[in-house]
């Protein structure tokens, strides 16, 4: 459907005569003309920006995949671009200038007018990752005491410029909020009424320095449209429900792309360069962790100058692969509990990580003895009368102990990231599965060394 929408942008583009081409291209959502604008030459993009305003502009340009703007502002005129980053909502402006050459950011910056430039340094100073950083200061707010007809007037004067009419807000002199309004709550008020007989006294807020995580589950939890963002009581900005469903679906990426092992998200579009570059760190690490798991192997290499125990080696690939998949399972449950802010109290946690082994120790032994079973049978059949038992049970023991293990560790370790203002989703897939094959090896030879090897010798 995005394609054949593409497609018809380029045709318009690209037949239509000039004093059509606006016309033509009104009938499409600044989105698809935004997705559509990295397929133009260099000189059709000039085109379409030729008919466009700035403000119009401005739209099409908030919608602007990071790399595609990168791409598009290099080759532009530096002031025509200064004045579209103008016009733009200030968190807009403030993520395009982010993920901006930082030359080309600092030059672009130098053209902007003088109002833009204060709203966007006043987010530029908030952490990333924070409400304050993805708030806009673009509200409505009136001050306490003022008559409802003034709110009226005040909403159709900044209407063109405010982010949402849909929630006024009331402050004191010094800019603290008192209470928030809905329009259709003014709409359908009196006069003579002052905006503190019609405000909500009990609304919901976060603060400049909450991470976007918390922000967010406010916003869902309390189905606020517009959420007011404090800084000791003083309101800056807010986060609109748009802006919060955007970053819901950022951080749910970033979240995937952590728990693939890659250090960002990829594009298809993306050059196989840049995705090898996302790729090869986690990559590296698991290399320097595999040579841990050839060191224990090594360890244990007078296991394997008794040819009967040469067997062994077939069974360890379903001990790792078990081991591995059960922290995963463990891991994908803890992480929705800790973004889910289900694990905020000890009870929580300690209730989380009881169940967490009560299904480890039950699904252990339920898996452990079925690969008894398994093991012992095949050993049997091939000819292996002597051991099969002993060799069964190192097998299904391993499991049992592997699962119960990784079960707690995939459970554990996010939570203990997570206590330490650390990010539970840099615990890989990859990563994890690593280090529980390191820990399913160590237990499995060990296992047979002492039940198996010490009868044998």
Do not use: W
Not at 109 to 127: G, M, P, R, T, V
Not at 207 to 232: F, G, S
Not at 249 to 255: C, G, I, N, T
Not at 405 to 411: C, E
């Amino acid at each position: 459907m995005m394609e054949k929408i593409t497609e018809a942008i380029l045709e318009i583009v690209r037949t239509a005569k000039p004093e059509e081409l606006k016309e033509n291209l009104s009938h499409f959502h600044p989105y698809d003309i935004a997705a559509a604008l990295p397929e133009f030459s260099g000189a059709e993009r000039k085109r379409v920006f030729s008919v466009f305003s700035d403000e119009e502009l401005a739209e099409i340009f908030s919608y602007l995949e990071d790399e595609d703007a990168e791409e598009i502002i290099k080759e532009a005129d530096v002031r025509k671009i200064a004045a579209v980053i103008s016009e733009m909502e200030p968190d807009d402006a403030v993520d395009l200038l982010t993920n901006l050459d930082e030359n080309q950011a600092r030059t672009i910056s130098q053209y902007l007018d003088e109002d833009a430039k204060e709203e966007i340094a006043a987010l530029y100073k908030y952490e990333e990752g924070t409400a304050g950083a993805i708030m806009t200061t673009n509200f409505i707010s009136i001050v306490s005491g003022s008559d409802i007809r003034d709110l009226m007037r005040l909403i159709v004067k900044e209407a063109p410029e405010a982010e949402t009419i849909n929630t006024s807000f009331v402050v004191d002199q010094e800019g603290r909020l008192l209470g928030t309004i809905d329009l259709k709550k003014l709409i359908i008020a009196r006069a003579p009424k002052t905006v503190d007989e019609i405000m909500n006294k009990s609304f919901a807020s976060v603060d400049v320095n909450d991470d976007v995580e918390t922000a967010l589950k406010k916003i869902t939890d309390y189905d606020i449209y517009d959420m007011p963002v404090l800084e000791n009581g003083i309101l800056k900005g807010i986060i609109t429900m748009d802006d919060a469903l955007a970053a819901i679906s950022e951080e749910s990426e970033e979240d995937y792309a952590k728990l693939a092992g890659l250090t960002d998200t990829e594009k298809i579009e993306e050059s196989i360069g840049s995705s090898i570059k996302k790729r090869l760190p986690i990559l590296a690490l698991l290399l320097v962790l595999d040579i841990f798991v050839a060191f224990i192997a090594s360890a244990f290499d007078y296991l394997f100058t008794i040819p009967a125990l040469a067997v062994i080696t077939v069974f360890q690939p379903i001990i790792l692969a078990l081991a591995g998949n059960t922290g995963i399972q463990s891991l994908g449950v803890t992480i929705r509990k800790i973004t889910n802010s289900e694990l905020e109290s000890t009870n929580q946690v300690f209730r989380h990580l009881g169940n967490e082994f009560a299904v480890g120790l039950l699904s252990s032994v339920i898996v452990g003895t079925l690969v008894f079973f398994f093991t012992t049978g095949y050993l049997y059949i091939i000819g292996e009368k002597e051991l099969y038992l002993k060799i069964g049970a190192v097998v299904g023991l391993s499991v049992v102990l592997g699962l119960i293990i990784s079960n707690l560790f995939g459970a554990l370790t996010p939570v203990i990231l997570h206590k330490l203002n650390l990010d539970p989703a840099v615990i890989s897939g990859p990563f994890i599965t690593t280090v529980l094959d390191i820990l399913a090896v160590l237990i499995y030879f060990s296992l047979t060394s002492a039940l198996v090897y010490s009868y044998l010798t």
